[in-house]
């Protein structure tokens, strides 16, 4: 099983970007959702997730204000919104989906289904 990511690119700081994370149907209707990333040299880290009925959201504390998750059900589709983007942002981003149902967990080894990654690089 494969997640789909796209809508990474190169930006300037302070742009936007959004990331799409598309789903099969019978993964999308029953797990948590997360975005994680990874920059050079750095150990994966959690980004954002978004549970079934996006009744839970949340973030890590150096993209609060700046990213929000959300969830298209009819499309199968996970977006994270990246605004005022910053050269630390710079990183390959992951979307993930738990391997239990409606697990909501930070921890990636909680994390079964994951994308290939895209690429977001932010200039100074």
């Known amino acids: 099983v494969q997640l789909v990511e796209s809508g990474g690119g190169l930006v300037q700081a302070g742009g936007s970007l959004r990331l799409s994370c598309a789903a099969p149907e019978y993964i999308f209707i029953t797990r948590v959702v997360a975005w994680f990333r990874q920059a050079p040299g750095k150990e994966r880290e959690f980004v954002s997730l978004?549970?079934?009925?996006?009744?839970?959201?949340d973030y890590t504390d150096a993209v609060k204000g700046r990213f929000t998750i959300s969830r298209d059900n009819a499309r199968n589709t996970v977006y994270l919104q990246m605004n005022n983007l910053e050269p630390e942002d710079t990183a390959v981003y992951y979307c993930?989906?738990?391997?239990?149902?409606?697990?909501?967990?930070?921890?990636?080894?909680?994390?079964?289904?994951w994308g290939q990654g895209t690429q977001v690089t932010v200039s100074s």
């Open positions: 993930a989906a738990t391997q239990l149902e409606n697990r909501v967990t930070r921890d990636p080894g909680m994390y079964a289904y």
């Open positions: 978004i549970s079934l009925a996006s009744h839970n959201r």
